[in-house]
Antibody, heavy 121, light 113 residues
Framework: QVQLVESGGGVVQPGRSLRLSCSTS????????MHWVRQAPGTGLEWVAC????????HYADSVRGRFTISRDFSKNTLYLQMDSVRPEDTAIYYC??????????????WGQGTLVTVSS | DVVMTQSPLSLPVTLGQPASISCRSS???????????LSWFHQRPGQSPRRLIY???NRDSGVPDRFSGSGSGTDFTLKISRVEAEDVGVYYC??????????FGQGTKVEIK
């Protein structure tokens, strides 16, 4: 079965960096684009970033572009999110999600359990 | 960016009764390939989202048939024919026709009366 397990969350000071990881199994990692989606406390879902199946393309939300970097390691079947220059408004649960290719990149289908990032001094 | 607007934002329901959630997009979600990439997700308290419906009306594996999706263009609906206790939580629509970004509705909280 498809499994996505995030790690790396925690408390980080404003302006510092943090790297999230998402270990995957149960599907062919190199065949799917991957997403990061976040959810601030008590709020809805916000798409953050996407990387193509072959890592040739990356897309970012305006709110994180230039500060966050999505990447993937095919040898480890692992997705990453490098978070630099973090801000208090980046506080959220960060979900890793597999993309469903349905003729186009149709967005997340399977989601991990999430990892909490708290930006606070 | 495509703005997704759900209504209502809160929906008290009676067990065994039907429920309906509306989702409207700021522009048509018909893709140039002719398909409409609109999905629905359910998030139970303390859990991660689970996809229920993709491409407007296709149920994911294991999703009970009391859930159905319909709509076209800019107007879409998720219906629950008979609400069960396990259906509580927040429901989100999401468009994947015009990306990036992939955009979600604000969410509709379903609770039992």
């Amino acid at each position: 079965q498809v499994q996505l397990v995030e790690s790396g969350g925690g408390v980080v000071q404003p302006g510092r960096s943090l790297r999230l990881s998402c270990s995957t199994s149960g599907f062919t990692f190199r065949s799917h684009a991957m997403h990061w989606v976040r959810q601030a406390p008590g709020t809805g879902l916000e798409w953050v970033a996407c990387i193509s199946y072959d890592a040739a393309y990356e897309h970012y939300a305006d709110s994180v572009r230039g500060r966050f970097t999505i990447s993937r390691d095919f040898s480890k079947n692992t997705l990453y999110l490098q978070m630099d220059s973090v801000r208090p408004e980046d506080t959220a649960i960060y979900y890793c999600a597999r993309d469903f290719y349905d003729g186009i990149n149709s967005g997340p289908d399977y989601w991990g359990q999430g990892t909490l990032v708290t930006v606070s001094s | 960016d495509v703005v997704m607007t759900q209504s209502p934002l809160s929906l008290p329901v009676t067990l065994g009764q039907p429920a309906s959630i509306s989702c409207r997009s700021s522009q048509s979600l018909v893709h140039s390939d002719g398909s409409t990439y609109l999905s629905w997700f359910h998030q139970r308290p303390g859990q991660s989202p689970r996809r229920l419906i993709y491409r407007v009306s296709n149920r994911d594996s294991g999703v009970p048939d009391r859930f159905s999706g319909s709509g076209s263009g800019t107007d879409f609906t998720l219906k629950i024919s008979r609400v069960e206790a396990e259906d509580v939580g927040v429901y989100y629509c999401m468009q994947a026709t015009h990306w990036p970004p992939w955009t979600f509705g604000q969410g509709t909280k379903v609770e039992i009366k």
